[in-house]
C-alpha cells in the first residue's frame, strides 16, 4: 500500500528542511556581499558580523554558530580544525569600524540573513515559510545592490547554489509540498489531459 499524499509532504519537508539546516550551518557559500569582514559569502558570515559588532550575545554563542562552518573548511581545505577562540578572534582582526549607516544600506541582506539562520534552527522543529522570505530578501538585497548599488559586479554575486537552496527551502513547507503532489498524481494529470 501507497504513502498518502499527507505522508509524502511530510517525509519530503522533513527532509528539505534538514538539508536546508545543513546547508546554512555548515556555511556552504550561496553569494559573494562586501560586508565588514570583506566579503562574507554565507548567511551565517553576516549575522555573526552584526553579532560580533553589536555585542548582544554572548561570545559562545557566536562560537558555536561559527564553529561548525569552520570545521567543514578545515576539512575541504586539508588545514587542522581551528579552535574556537581562534575562529573569533580572527572574524575580529578583520572587521572594519564601518559606521551603521552602512548597515541600514543592507538591510535587506541583515534581515534575510537572520531570517534564514532563524528558519534554518526552527525548521528542525517545526517548518515554515522563515527560510524561504529570508533567501528571498537576500536574493533582493543583492541583485538591487548589483544593478543599482555602488559594488562592482566582481563584488556581488549570487552562486547557483542559492537558487537550489530557494527550492530546498520551498520544499520544507509541508502544506505547499501536498499541493504539489496532490495537482501531479497520475490521475489528475490524465484528467486535465482529456479535457
Same mark, same amino acid.
Given at each position: 500500500m501507497g504513502f498518502s499524499s499527507r +505522508?509524502?509532504?511530510?517525509?519530503?519537508? /522533513?527532509?528539505?528542511? %534538514?538539508?536546508?539546516?545543513?546547508?546554512?550551518?555548515?556555511?556552504?557559500?550561496?553569494? %559573494?556581499?562586501? #560586508?565588514?569582514i570583506g566579503t562574507c559569502r554565507t548567511p551565517i558570515d553576516i549575522?555573526? #558580523?552584526e553579532l560580533i559588532a553589536g555585542?548582544?550575545?554572548?561570545?559562545?554563542?557566536?562560537k558555536a554558530i561559527l564553529y561548525p562552518g569552520a570545521v567543514i573548511t578545515s576539512f575541504t581545505e586539508g588545514k587542522i580544525v581551528p579552535n574556537c577562540d581562534h575562529i573569533l578572534t580572527s572574524y575580529k582582526? /578583520?572587521?572594519? +569600524?564601518?559606521?551603521?549607516?552602512?548597515?541600514?544600506?543592507?538591510?535587506?541582506?541583515?534581515?534575510?540573513?537572520?531570517? #534564514?539562520?532563524a528558519g534554518a534552527i526552527l525548521g528542525l522543529i517545526k517548518r515554515g515559510r522563515m527560510s524561504v522570505c529570508g533567501?528571498?530578501?537576500?536574493l533582493w538585497g543583492i541583485v538591487r545592490e548589483m544593478f543599482v548599488g +555602488?559594488?562592482?559586479?566582481?563584488?556581488? #554575486?549570487?552562486y547557483p547554489e542559492m537558487i537550489v537552496t530557494i527550492v530546498i527551502a520551498?520544499?520544507?513547507m509541508r502544506r505547499d509540498v501536498r499541493k504539489l503532489i496532490r495537482c501531479c498524481r497520475f490521475d489528475s494529470?490524465?484528467?486535465w489531459l482529456s479535457n
Open positions: +505522508k509524502w509532504a511530510e517525509i519530503i519537508s /522533513n527532509i528539505a528542511s %534538514r538539508i536546508f539546516f545543513l546547508i546554512i550551518i555548515l556555511q556552504i557559500p550561496l553569494f %559573494r556581499f562586501p #560586508c565588514r549575522v555573526a #558580523c555585542e548582544i550575545f554572548p561570545k559562545f554563542v557566536v582582526s /578583520n572587521m572594519s +569600524k564601518a559606521p551603521p549607516t552602512t548597515d541600514l544600506k543592507q538591510l535587506e541582506v541583515i534581515t534575510g540573513s537572520y531570517l #534564514c539562520v533567501l528571498i530578501l537576500v +555602488k559594488y562592482r559586479s566582481e563584488d556581488v #554575486c549570487v520551498l520544499f520544507s494529470i490524465v484528467k
